[in-house]
């Protein structure tokens, strides 16, 4: 069992800057990879970025690619999201979701989740 809890959301002018965190329990959090989905009112979730366990690999949204950097401390238990020139359009819940076996931009892969952060970003 992986318990994930979010933090870092608010609410921020265009142009700004967040950093978002998610603190995992359990001692195999090497061993999953991790992923940042968002889900605005009225909307699916939607895919933001994942990285591979050891962080060797990642993946971006083309909507936020070269804004968004995702990053993981493993020495931690943490997965970050660094997200700089926001936009209004990234206004959404943010939530953190881990998986042992897979990576990728569908969020059926992951068996964990996060409770998920509010970000609003005005314009």
């Known amino acids: 069992q992986v318990q994930l809890v979010e933090s870092g959301g608010g609410l921020v002018q265009a142009g700004g800057s967040l950093r978002l965190s998610c603190a995992a329990s359990g001692r195999t959090f090497s061993r999953h990879a991790m992923a940042w989905f968002r889900q605005a009112p009225g909307k699916e979730r939607a895919f933001v970025a994942s990285i591979s366990g050891r962080g060797g690999s990642t993946d971006y949204a083309d909507s936020v690619k070269g804004r968004f950097t995702i990053s993981r401390d493993n020495a931690k238990n943490t997965v970050y999201l660094q997200m700089n020139s926001l936009k209004p359009e990234d206004t959404a819940v943010y939530y953190c979701?881990?998986?042992?076996?897979?990576?990728?931009?569908?969020?059926?892969?992951?068996?964990?989740w996060g409770q998920g952060t509010q970000v609003t970003v005005s314009s």
């Open positions: 979701a881990a998986d042992p076996y897979s990576r990728g931009s569908d969020p059926r892969i992951y068996d964990y």
